[in-house]
């Protein structure tokens, strides 16, 4: 083969490969575990539930998809806050939710360069807010799934 040939293979396999690239991105599952975390002292027996979410990234994408029963009151909101283990924090962004003591968690969120690393740091979690406990009654802290199979 001469060196135009090596040069043409050569053009076409890196253009492949570029074209190829946003395909090859790679699909990272989480899991949040929700249960009941009292706000104030107040709430400690009122709060109850329990749930599970699992959030899909794929890129910057991030679908959140779950389920939550047993709340004492009708959930009003749910919300992704950015903050690391056993610390508050604010909110990021605001998910779908059912208005009943039971029922399903929905989003598909557009998440920052910053909210993906504080996600890959385990630094955002979900949180259920219900009718009897505004400030929040079910809490859940995002892990990558593989942290649940070991």
Known sequence: MNKFGQCSIALIAT??????????AQTEVYRARLSPMPTT??????????????????GNTLTVEGSFSGMSSAAIAAHLHNGPP???????????????ASGD?????ELTDEQVQALRDNALYVQVHSENNGPGELRGWIYLRSHFDS
Not at 41 to 58: F, K, M, S
Not at 86 to 100: R, S, T
Not at 105 to 109: D, P
């Open 15 to 24: 253009i492949l490969g570029v074209l190829s690239a946003p395909a090859l």
């Open 41 to 58: 002292p107040q709430t400690v027996n009122e709060i109850t539930g329990e749930g599970e979410v699992i959030l899909t990234l794929e």
């Open 86 to 100: 056993a610390q508050p924090g604010p909110v990021a962004h605001a998910l779908e939710v059912q208005e009943a």
């Open 105 to 109: 968690i929905f989003a598909m969120l």
